[in-house]
């Protein structure tokens, strides 16, 4: 009985830290994309078309503290104190780490317009779903956040992906001309890495990848309402 006591004292502990910590996690990444979303929005109101050069100089560094913290969901999901799928959520954060590390933070791509425009799309999808989840740990979201969260959030997501091909497009001159990444590998066989080509390559499987995540998205939101309804006509 002691024993039996101790387990359940342990995993009552063990669920009001992982409430803390997630609680914490998900207001962190609201607050920092609130930030740049509201940063963003303030140099385009102020200074119109000429913002949008500067996007990447005012918010990258907060864009990618939040991009390096969203790693931390996979061992949420894996640990399970997040409950959610682990393949679209990797989908996710490896293709936008991905692009925000290896290409836009390339100094020569930082001031083109779809830099600004993807830093639009990933916020509004950040702000729809970390208010919907923080709502989630402490009470029942409404259903006008619920419908954003499951609706809204699936076209911002298509386009997000379109943009994100297209500034591998974009990319592509740049490394071609600057072989930058390219390299030879020499061992066990000598090989010639020529980075374009990986970037060519990665399209098909960004196309795959978020043709997966949209499924997902359309199950959970059907899944979702379904619930909802069930809850609407029981009350």
């Not at 393949?87 to 830099?115: A, D, G, M, Y």
Request: hydrophobic share 45%.
């Amino acid at each position: 009985m002691q024993q039996q006591n101790e387990r359940e004292t342990a995993q009552e502990m063990r669920c009001s830290i992982g409430f803390v910590y997630l609680f914490s996690y998900y207001l962190l990444q609201f607050c920092g994309h609130t930030w740049i979303f509201s940063n963003m929005t303030a140099r385009f109101l102020s200074f119109g078309l000429d913002a949008i050069a500067g996007t990447f100089y005012f918010v990258g560094v907060m864009m990618c503290l939040c991009q390096l913290l969203s790693v931390l969901e996979l061992f949420h999901i894996a640990d399970g104190i997040e409950e959610s799928q682990l393949r679209p959520r990797l989908v996710q954060v490896v293709e936008r780490n991905f692009l925000l590390f290896l290409i836009i933070s390339q100094e020569e791509f930082q001031s083109k317009t779809v830099v600004c425009v993807l830093f639009y799309l990933w916020n509004i999808l950040y702000l729809i779903r970390y208010p919907y989840q923080l709502m989630c740990l402490i009470s029942t979201p409404s259903f006008n956040m619920l419908w954003a969260r499951y609706t809204i959030a699936i076209p911002v997501y298509i386009l997000s992906v379109i943009t994100e091909a297209i500034s591998i497009l974009q990319a592509l001159p740049y490394y071609e001309a600057q072989g930058t990444y390219s390299v030879q590998l020499e061992a066990p066989v000598p090989v010639y890495v020529h980075f374009p080509y990986l970037l060519m390559a990665y399209l098909p499987l960004l196309a795959v990848g978020s043709g997966l995540t949209v499924r997902n998205l359309l199950r959970e939101r059907s899944q979702s309402l379904d619930s909802w309804n069930k809850k609407i006509k029981m009350g």
